[in-house]
């Protein structure tokens, strides 16, 4: 770890303190040449897959924006912050638990559409009748009775 004041490469820890319920370490540094002392955090690098959409453009995964479709989707509905913040987790977790770099946006749709379903169905509907652009009045019906 490179000083911040001159840049010296050697430092020497000089105190070590697990914070945030053990996500982040906060360690105590002095420099070895100037003799000043800086503090740095150390936490661990989550890599999310990134998603294709329908077009073959990539882009990193955005927790914002399942999170604002599941929040229009639960527009007027009992479902509190604290349910949809854990259904993004979860779904945070499952994409990285399935170890692809990459993943279809349609993949995260589904994923999204199974969290509403477990917490409000009819935001479960509401979202998958926009999100599957529904033909007909049967396969809306069909999407209702599998619930």
Do not use: N, W
């Not at 770890?1 to 020497?12: K, L, N, Y």
């Not at 929040?71 to 987790?89: F, G, H, N, T």
């Amino acid at each position: 770890m490179h000083c911040p004041f001159c840049d010296h490469a050697e430092t020497q820890v000089v105190e070590t303190r697990e914070s945030d319920e053990g996500g982040v370490v906060r360690r105590r540094r002095r420099c070895l040449h100037c003799e000043k002392r800086f503090t740095t955090y150390e936490r661990a690098e989550i890599v999310l897959p990134a998603v294709v959409k329908k077009d073959g453009s990539r882009a990193d995964f955005d927790p914002a924006k399942p999170r604002a479709s599941m929040l229009l989707a639960l527009r007027k509905r009992p479902v509190s912050v604290e349910q949809v913040d854990a259904a993004i987790e979860r779904i945070q977790t499952k994409l990285l638990a399935s170890g692809a770099r990459e993943v279809p946006s349609a993949r995260v749709g589904e994923l999204v559409m199974r969290e509403l379903k477990r917490i409000d169905k009819v935001a479960y509907v509401r979202f998958a009748s926009v999100y599957r652009s529904f033909e007909d009045v049967d396969e809306f019906r069909q999407l209702i009775s599998g619930i």
